[in-house]
Every structure is written in C-alpha cells, then in structure tokens.
C-alpha cells in the first residue's frame, strides 16, 4: 500500500465526462480501482415529476440529458399514454422516430467532440460540432427551440408538422450523411486516434449487458441487442435498419459502431418523414385526471437503453415516477471491470470514459 496513492480526477477536469467525479487510487501510472464520486448536480426530477399535474409534469422529462433529450421525452409520454389508455395517432408516431433519430446523430456527433479531444485532435471535433449544428437548426424550426424540444407529449405530438417538413428533412439527411462521413474519416483513419484507442478498454458484449450496459457498448463487443428490435414502440417494427456490432469490444470498435448508427438512424428517419402528412391527425389530448394504473416504456437512445416507470393511483398527479438510466452502470460496473482486466494508465483513463459515452447529468436524476 505504500506504493499507492490516491487522485481525486473530475469534475474539474478537461478529461472528465461532465458534472462527476472519480476518486482514483494509483500505483505508479497505473488505475488500481476507480471510486464514482456522483451529486454535482442532483436536481431530483423524480420528486419535481411526482409534485406536478399531468398536464405540465412532462416538461421537465427532457432535460435529464441535456446531449440527448429527446429519447426520455419520448418515453414519458409513452408511459403516460398506457395509464391514460390512449393510443397516439399513426403520423405522431413516425415523427417521434424522426425526432429520437436526429437526437441520437446530434448526441453521437457530441460525443465525436469529447473523445476526438480526449487524444487531441481537435479538426474533427469541430467539423462534427458543425454537422450538430446542422440538426439543432431543424429543431429550432420544427418545435422552436435548439436543445430541449418539447415535441412529443402524451397524446402524440404537441403541434402540426411545418409546411415542406418531408423535403426539407430529407435534404438534411444527405447533408449531415456527407458532413459525417467526413468527420469518420478524419477520425478514424488518424492513425494517433488508432493507437490510443485499439485494444484500450476491452469488454466482450455478453459481460456488459450482464453488468447492466445496453446500448453501443455492448453493440460494440459483438451483441446485437437494441431495444428498437427487441421490443420495438412507436413504429420501428414498420421500418428497416440494421444493428451496428463490433468485433473486439475496444474504445476504437465502439467509435466504429457509433458512426454505423448514424447511418442508420438517416435510413430510419427518411422511412418515417415520408409517412407524415401536414393535416393528419396528430395528437389525441389526455384528460385532467388520470386513472390508476401503471405506464413503463423502454427506448433506445445514443447511450443505450432508457426507461420510465410511472405509477398512478388517480387523480392529478402520478403517485411515482423512476427513471432508469444507462449511464450509471458505465461508470460503475463496465469502468470496474475494464480497470481490474486490463492495465489502464492515467493517460488511458480520460479515452475510456469517452468511449464509454456517459451522460453523467441523467445520474443525477
């Protein structure tokens, strides 16, 4: 025990992944064990969503993951909608396909930044910023707000889609697919990015979903689980797409996989636009009181897999309401296991997290 020493890394620090820490204990360079120091930012959204009327509790169901909002915001109405007993019309459902797939190329185009910068390159960390960009401006035009975007709510989703919605979502789907598939080349074939992250954090598909990870993390290590197939809402079970996996479960397999998805998700979302309709039906509206009943839904967003478990024993309120996250298990069981199996330095750790991809605000729920 001589020989170790501890290192208090995060939140304060560039190579953190946000609002967390990590109380590290080290034997030279080398990562013995690796201590979650969570609450920098706990906001108690389960109690806020518990103290709110039906009708204005889903506005805060967006903001647990400020990268990738729209997938809890999704699954929230959807719980609602089973206690409520509604079934939403057929063109809200294909627009939250769009909306949960531009989500997930907007948050893995972020991620692009965090772990491009986590080895230094800097170039494509800017041009997937710029290719973000690109959907955060069809956000602001379809719902009026760049980040949080408050479209889908129980019932189907909250306004008409704008005149030309078809067209110009199409047109952006070639645009962000050629922006991205500069960003890919750019990182993947540096052969700085190639090095620091081949062979850096290892874990096999099946050990991370029995560790509790969903999503491209255990994608990446050859497990082809996604919650889209596996149990599929909305009208995924309409569409066709494929499921990205990777081969060795390494930092560099799940950057792979990431920038598959995305391709995927352009597939998936010009199926649905051209299945809605300026005119049609859209949303259903829900009553001012609830039955009792239970609402659980499970989505898959960039990270993995969300859920939202509401309990309603009548009235104007839900009675409970818990959020599962994915991010939790990423920096617990899956960073345990990737320190005790393999020789992870101090200069290795920041590119692991990245890899890893945590949302450590939806911890802190």
Known sequence: MADRYTLYFGPQHPGAPG????????????????????????RGFEKMLENRKWENSFVLSYRFCVEDPDPF?????EALEKIFRIEPPEKAKYFRMVQGEFSRIASHMFWVHFMAGSV????????????????????AWVSGHRVYHNISVPGGIRSDVPEGV????????????????????????????????????????????????????????????????????ANYSKVEFEIPVGEYGDAYD????????????????????????RGDAFRVKIPLTAPPGRGYARVEAARGEYTVHVISTGGRSPYRVRLKSPS?????????YIIKNEEVTIADFPVILASLDPCPPDIDR
């Open 328 to 336: 939790m298990p990423l920096l617990t069981t899956v960073l345990d």
């Open 19 to 42: 609002n967390i820490g990590f109380r590290l204990v080290l034997e030279g360079e080398r990562i013995v064990s690796a201590e979650v120091i969570p609450g920098f930012l706990h």
């Open 166 to 233: 078809r067209e110009t979502t199409i047109n952006l789907t070639y645009r962000v697919e050629d922006l991205v598939r500069d960003v890919e080349k750019a990182l993947l074939n540096n052969r700085v990015f190639r090095a620091r992250t081949r062979g850096i954090g290892v874990i096999n598909g099946l050990k991370a979903l029995e560790l509790g990870a969903t999503g491209p993390v255990v994608r990446a290590g050859g497990v082809r689980y996604d919650t889209r197939k596996a149990a599929p809402y």
């Open 254 to 277: 799940r950057a792979v996989v990431r920038f598959r998805e995305v391709y995927e998700s352009l597939k998936i979302i010009r199926q649905a636009i051209g299945e809605v309709r």
């Open 73 to 77: 915001e999704i699954a929230y109405a």
């Open 120 to 139: 230094g390159l800097r170039t494509p960390a800017y041009w997937a910023l710029a290719a973000r960009e690109e959907i955060l401006k069809w956000f």
